[in-house]
């Protein structure tokens, strides 16, 4: 019965093209179908989709890190964690990330990718998000592309948040 419902969604997504729906297939986020709702307001622990700003959307394509899509650059969308909010301290460790004290899991400082290039860092220490900016973080992927690489993210650059619908797994797809 759920792999039925799956299959008739992902029918209708391809039917109505139109239907705000996202398919993550990106190893950054959970593989699953997603629902976009509208960001009014932003939390920690949302999901979002967001683009990144130009020079570092073009710095990572360049480097094979992101292909083309829909944002206004011509680069695809990220999918990443809300850790920290306007006002919120966030503090880098050589080992570890905090958010107003409290530990955040899967943080790991990367300072060259898997071809040995070196990597854009925002600098050790604490630091705290300014008003109409986010934390992001992608605590499934030690090394994948958030804030930690590129600092904070402008919440104008969050175009949806995602709601997850259908988890792929290699059984097929089910409800989490």
């Given at each position: 019965?759920?792999?039925?419902?799956?299959?008739?969604?992902?029918?209708?997504?391809?039917?109505?093209?139109?239907?705000?729906?996202?398919?993550?297939?990106?190893?950054?986020?959970?593989?699953?179908?997603y629902?976009?709702?509208?960001?009014?307001?932003?939390?920690?622990?949302?999901?979002?989709?967001?683009?990144?700003?130009?020079e570092?959307a073009?710095?990572?394509?360049?480097?094979?890190?992101?292909p083309?899509g829909?944002?206004?650059?011509?680069?695809?969308?990220?999918?990443?964690?809300?850790?920290?909010?306007?006002?919120?301290?966030?503090?880098?460790?050589?080992?570890?990330l905090?958010v107003?004290?409290?530990?955040?899991?899967?943080?790991?400082?990367?300072?060259?990718?898997s071809?040995?290039?070196?990597?854009?860092?925002?600098?050790?220490?604490?630091?705290?998000?300014?008003?109409?900016?986010?934390?992001?973080?992608?605590?499934?992927?030690?090394?994948?592309?958030?804030?930690?690489?590129?600092?904070?993210?402008?919440?104008?650059?969050?175009?949806?948040?995602?709601?997850?619908?259908?988890?792929?797994?290699?059984?097929?797809?089910?409800?989490?």
């Open positions: 019965m759920k792999h039925a419902a799956a299959v008739f969604l992902l029918l209708i997504w391809f039917v109505v093209p139109k239907l705000p729906l996202r398919l993550n297939l990106s190893p950054s986020a959970p593989k699953a179908l629902l976009e709702h509208k960001i009014t307001t932003v939390h920690r622990g949302d999901l979002v989709a967001v683009c990144l700003p130009t570092v073009l710095w990572a394509s360049n480097r094979g890190y992101l083309t829909t944002c206004p650059d011509g680069i695809q969308p990220v999918a990443k964690t809300v850790v920290a909010i306007a006002g919120d301290l966030v503090h880098l460790y050589d080992d570890a905090t107003n004290g409290q530990s955040i899991a899967g943080y790991e400082r990367i300072a060259t990718d071809g040995g290039r070196p990597m854009l860092l925002q600098p050790i220490g604490p630091s705290t998000v300014p008003a109409g900016y986010v934390w992001l973080h992608s605590g499934r992927t030690p090394r994948s592309l958030d804030s930690r690489i590129y600092g904070v993210i402008p919440q104008s650059n969050l175009t949806t948040r995602l709601e997850l619908l259908w988890k792929l797994s290699g059984e097929g797809t089910h409800v989490e």
